[in-house]
């Protein structure tokens, strides 16, 4: 059992994106639900968003899962039912980039909130 087990209380499922030819030359991209992981969602402290703005990205929220958990950059982490594929305004979270500290106690994923249409 991990150290942080006890603090994840969210459910979140993990969405890989996957390519197929779209027949004109070109590719369409996917995602394919691998699984759900728990984890905390928090948002990102005012530092790291400003940091994330210096260079151009957008950082609203942490979201921190088990060491070992199978999320990576490109991923989207979204509520049980609901499909990242399909538009509407749901909850739905892009990892920008994941980070373990030193002593592997959690995974941190930094993420951008979607706000889809």
Known sequence: MSVVTHLLNRSLHVWR????????????????????????????PGTEQLTAAQLGASHTHNIYCEPDADVFHNDKLAPTGVDPNTPGTSEVYRVM?????????YLKAECEREERA
């Open 17 to 44: 994106p996957s390519q197929a030819a779209d027949g004109s030359g070109g590719f369409t991209v996917t995602y394919i639900d691998r699984g759900a992981i728990h984890c905390q969602v928090s948002e990102a």
């Open 97 to 105: 980039a994941t980070t373990v500290p030193s002593t592997s106690r």
